[in-house]
């Protein structure tokens, strides 16, 4: 079993429901234990055009599943719960994104481990350190607590203060 960390986001449409049915849903894959799930947070969102705020979290799970077929899941979960297929940096009902998986270096096609921008991202680093502070950066060799530390970007992450069904998940 690995643990990885998975990066949620929404900005259309009801997020809170597309959150909470694709945390559901990864909850009740094969091969996969959730672990923690972070608070939401609203934040800016990042791209080329105007479009609505994100709510934005972390997912931490135990898996036997290898990194490829967790990225599968992760699509297979998007579309299930409701992502319509749009331009990059598009708004979109759920986004989700391997972060993390276990000490793992991995480099394409299609799948990146660490993600590529994960450390230059405030709305990855506030959510992903409230659930897993001490876990180093395989690449960069520090913290992600470091790395909120030290990071430039002073996008604001907001709480949000309605998140409460994500007491029922183990923290």
Not at 28 to 53: F, N
Request: aromatic letters at 8%; a positive charge; charged letters at 20%.
């Amino acid at each position: 079993m690995h643990t990885a960390y998975i990066g949620f986001g929404s900005n259309i449409g009801n997020r809170l429901m597309y959150i909470h049915n694709a945390i559901r849903c990864l909850a009740e894959t094969e091969g996969v234990t959730l672990q923690k799930v972070s608070s939401l947070y609203e934040t800016a969102p990042i791209g080329y055009e105007p479009q609505p705020h994100f709510l934005n979290g972390v997912a931490a799970i135990r898996t036997r599943l290898t990194p490829q077929n967790v990225l599968h899941t992760l699509k297979s979960i998007e579309t299930k719960v409701g992502r319509q297929t749009r331009r990059r940096w598009a708004p979109r009902e759920i986004d989700l994104d391997v972060l993390l998986y276990a000490d793992v270096c991995l480099c394409g096609p299609g799948l990146f481990i660490p993600h590529l921008e994960m450390h230059l991202r405030r709305f990855v680093l506030v959510p992903l350190d409230e659930i897993a502070s001490g876990v180093v950066h395989p690449r960069l060799g520090v913290t992600v607590h470091t790395l909120l530390q030290q990071l430039k970007d002073d996008t604001a992450v907001n709480l949000k203060q309605d998140s409460s069904f994500y007491h029922k998940y183990p923290n």
